[in-house]
């Protein structure tokens, strides 16, 4: 099958290319080789490689910058995903669209289902939630929409890299601990993508890895963690905060677990712990260091 790649250097490309199926042909672009907010070029793209699939991994994911960022974060999230389900469907091709849980208010103390209501607290969710109505008032039956949550990757800018950076150079961190979701390895939800795109599912499915967190909890797994692979020398104390005292521009949900269920059922694949996901990140990020 031949697949179109866009946003093939962002954190969910990067472990996508790491783990391509065997019968998944893929042309990888990057920004520079697809714009995804410039339709021209999407639609010359999609025309020159006639994809069976595309995969969305291309955002605007920079939260709070979206707050004074609008058009920019629309334009991306939005715009682009239109651009792409609109070549899509020109030629025949299916889409695997990845969305957000910051979709949700975060108002639930129960994991969200896929049809719960959204209501985003800020311009990124919202942008991100745009984008899936549009992808799916274009082509319905044949766009897969993946909502995930907290990805971190050892490529790329993330929470858990964050904390390392902070943890080696700090004498303690403050980290909130009254925001809850799953921390998830992209390397994770990229398996779910390949398996969501070689079993042509459609729809809405919740990605996440398993179980459930705070930041706080995060930065205590990732402090452990990364003390037992040597990639920290020394312990830290870390201190939980509440997010009133940690002001940013864009609201968060303070609960935005993702229920997985009729996900796992139409995969026939359940995501495993974060923790355990974690440690994989973690060693690649050693492995990059030269062990
Ligand atoms: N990161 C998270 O915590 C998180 C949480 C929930 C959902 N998601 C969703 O998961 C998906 C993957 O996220 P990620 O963490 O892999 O994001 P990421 O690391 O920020 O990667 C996004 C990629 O999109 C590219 N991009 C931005 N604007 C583009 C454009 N106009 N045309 C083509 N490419 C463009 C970026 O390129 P540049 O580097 O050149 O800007 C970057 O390579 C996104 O849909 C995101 O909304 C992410």
Redesign the pocket.
Known sequence: MRVLL??????????LLRIIPEEMQVTA????E?????ATQVETVVTDVRPDIII????????DRSEDEREQAY???AR?AENLAIAARSVGSRLV??????IFDGRKSEPYLENDRPNPLGE?GAS?LL?EQRVLAILADKTAVI???????A?????VKTMLGLMAERDSVRVVADQVGTP?W?GS?AQAVWRIAGLDLVGIFHWTDAGVASWYDLAVAVQEEALRLGLLVRAVPIIPIRTDSYPTKARRPPYSVLDKTSTCTAMQLCPLHWRVNLRKMLQDVKDQRGG
Do not use: M, P
């Open positions: 866009a946003g093939a250097t962002g954190q969910l490309g990067w472990e672009c990057g920004r520079a697809l714009d995804i907010q410039d969305n991994a291309a955002a605007y994911t920079a939260v334009a991306v999230n682009g669209h990845i969305s957000t849980d910051f990124y991100k984008g909502r995930t949550a907290w990805v971190y990757s490529h790329g800018r993330n929470f998830t992209a939800l």
